[in-house]
């Protein structure tokens, strides 16, 4: 069988499934063709049921995969991953993925739950990230589509001390400011055009956020992440938090 994950990297993956006792890891042949089944899955964005049949069968893989996302494994791994990030600065920024059909389905009081929700654009889910100075990713928070990025700032940023925090315009309001002053850090947001006292921040500096986009670039070169096709918010961010390791593990 050809393997889609570098050895280098499974072995990393390896250690940290090892420490955890709720799964089957007797087997490192098995465990590894199921990590790769869900790289395919990540990577192809095809349906559990089109997922070729020498992974295995794929009742039992998607079962797998959702008591992993409902003990917080993906997640746990996510953070193990996260290996010396650079906090010199940190960015926050978010994105809008659109919801293909076969995710709809629940009521209207449930949608906004599952992070799911209607606009413009049409079906639509809005992915918050925190990045590193480095591009690489540190935290996700799921929302409906026509949330605004402002509403997820306060607990994106909760933890990031003595550090730049860089945001676009969205970002610019005074409570927020004012929290990440609190935090010793510094707000590099550039004011919004109707501000009556516009503030200063450093221009040069506002200049690396890129990073973030380039990191939105990458992170969508996985389909399953690009478009949005799992109905419950838990299943697609565990993909978000498989596909931010394989970012990390690079």
Known sequence: MHYLIKDTEFEKILKFLIKIKRIH???ITRLRKFVEAIYYMCRSGCQWRL????????RAIHKRFKSWSKH???????????KNPDMEWAMIDSTVVRAHACSAGYGKDTQEQEALGRSKGGFSTKVHALVDALGNPLKFILTAGQRHDITQAKQLS??????SVIADTAYDADHFIEQIK???????IPPRKN???????DVHLYKERHAIECFFGKIKHFRRIFSRFDKAAQSYLSFLYFGGTLIWLR
Do not use: H, M, N
């Not at 997922?51 to 794929?58: A, E, I, M, N």
């Not at 501000?195 to 921040?201: A, G, I, N, S, V």
């Open 195 to 201: 501000r009556k006292c516009p503030r200063d921040y």
């Open 182 to 188: 609190v935090q010793d850090c510094s707000p590099e």
């Open 51 to 58: 997922l070729p049949y020498y992974y295995g069968s794929w």
């Open 158 to 163: 909760s933890g990031v001390t003595d550090a």
């Open 25 to 27: 890891k007797r087997d």
């Open 72 to 82: 917080k494994i993906w997640e746990k791994l996510f953070e193990s991953a996260q």
